[in-house]
């Protein structure tokens, strides 16, 4: 993937939106190689009928907004 294209053309597409409807913030990704499991949930979901087991979280986003870009 061409990065520096995707992002000169996020930024001009975020030149078209108005400022009262910019929002500021920061994204935080998590990743984990095998993604987000807990053998507790497994366990649970067994217990009470589950009979396929469920595939792990393949990722997690923390979205922080900061506040209004005016």
């Not at 807990?38 to 595939?55: A, P």
């Amino acid at each position: 993937m061409n990065w520096g294209k995707a992002i000169r053309q996020l930024e001009s597409e975020w030149k078209d939106v108005p400022l009262g409807l910019r929002l500021t913030g920061a994204i935080e990704i998590s990743v984990p190689a095998g993604g987000f499991v807990r053998n507790e949930v497994q366990r649970l979901l067994l217990t009470f009928g589950r009979s396929k087991t469920v595939r792990p979280l393949p990722l997690a986003m923390l979205i922080r907004i900061e506040g209004a870009d005016v």
